[in-house]
């Protein structure tokens, strides 16, 4: 049992990694909602336009290239920063408005939090236990996040991968009914990155909303119900990570070697074909649809056959790159913004 004053009838540690259970009746619907959120730094916007609405349970990714605006959203989620203007609820609540009932039932990583150096790892913990009514239990969180080893350490003396895992556990020790987790997995090793991945899927389902920001293509498809791009201070869509990968992505690539020349148009005529290129003796047809059995069938009406075929489906970094013109956050350095 996780929870420090744990009730054993509705708070069930069961198949979640050993953190405890919300009851349906603990839940709401709309967990969060933000509707035309604007925030400015003196003449930098950095939130022009920001709406959507989030669902008990759901994990909402938040993806966009660096300077988008997603830290500086979540920070008005949290009530960390005041929007100039548009609405946030929390849980109902105006965090602005509701600090305390807010600070109680959301959790948070922030992107680049520090804490004083020389508390050792449980006396954080300890000490933001301490914020909530409550808490989980501190030495099992440690243990979920591989920093039992580490509990008597400073936090000055914790290696950067260390450091998040600390921060993750800090923002889950409230038991809250939101996590925000902004950048969540970033400097964890590959092996603490699966691991991590695992204890949030565990987090959401005892009925916890979360919301992740990342830039971790593989971490979105994998974690994430719904996912807003946001981009330049705006949402620029919303949908699934396959909704996306499919509708933004730019379609499904077919490469192959003819058996004999054929005229484009057989396949440009098609309906699941966009567009047909020439890799040297290669041919890229790209399209939505089932293209494979489209084309083929196809080339068979010309007695040609499509030999080395090459299958690829649109990702969600496809979608990534050509809705923001930028490859995964990347758009600060590459000065095209
Ligand atoms: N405290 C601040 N003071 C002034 N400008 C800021 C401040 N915080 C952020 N900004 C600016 O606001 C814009 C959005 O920043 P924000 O941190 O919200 O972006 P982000 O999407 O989280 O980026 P990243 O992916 O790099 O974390 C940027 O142009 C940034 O320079
Ligand atoms: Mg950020």
């Known amino acids: 049992m996780l929870r420090a004053t744990a009730n054993p009838v509705d708070r069930r540690g069961v198949a979640t990694g ?58 008005c989620l949290s009530g960390l920063r005041v929007p100039d203007s548009g609405t946030v609820r929390v849980l109902g609540l105006d965090p602005q408005h509701s600090r305390h009932a807010v600070r109680e039932s959301v959790g948070v990583q922030l992107q680049e939090g520090s804490m004083p150096p020389k508390l050792t790892v449980r006396e954080l913990l300890d000490l933001f236990a ?19 080893a580490k509990r008597d350490d400073y936090y000055k003396g914790l290696s950067g991968g260390q450091k998040q895992r600390l921060s993750i556990a800090l923002a889950l020790i409230g038991d809250p009914k939101v996590a925000i987790l902004d950048e969540l997995t970033t400097g964890l090793d590959p092996l603490a990155r699966r691991e991590t991945w695992s204890l949030i ?24 119900d719904r996912i807003a791009l946001i981009d330049s201070g705006r949402v620029i869509a919303i949908d699934t990570p396959a909704g996306l990968a499919e509708r933004e992505g730019g379609g499904n690539h077919m490469r192959f070697h003819p058996s004999r020349p054929f005229d484009d148009a057989l396949l440009t005529a098609l309906p699941e074909v966009d567009r047909l290129e020439h890799e040297g003796d290669r041919i890229v047809v790209s399209g939505n649809g089932d293209l494979l059995n489209a084309v083929i069938s196809a080339l068979a009406t010309a007695g040609t056959e499509a030999k080395d075929v090459q299958l690829e489906s649109a990702t969600l970094e496809d979608a990534f790159i050509r809705l923001t013109g930028h490859p995964s956050g990347n758009s600060d350095e590459g000065g095209e913004r």
């Open 201 to 224: 899927e565990g987090v959401r389902d005892r009925g916890v909303t979360i919301v992740l920001v990342t830039h971790f293509m593989d971490e979105a498809e994998r974690l994430c």
């Open 130 to 148: 301490s914020f909530y009514t409550d808490p989980l239990d501190a030495g099992e969180l440690l243990a979920l996040l591989g920093l039992t």
């Open 18 to 75: 050993g953190l405890p259970t919300r009851t349906a009746a603990e839940r709401a619907h709309r967990v969060v909602e933000v509707a035309s959120l604007r925030k400015a730094y003196g003449t930098t916007v950095a939130v022009e336009d920001v709406s959507f609405a989030i669902d008990e349970g759901e994990i909402f990714g938040i993806l966009g290239p660096n300077g988008a605006g997603k830290t500086t959203t979540v920070e």
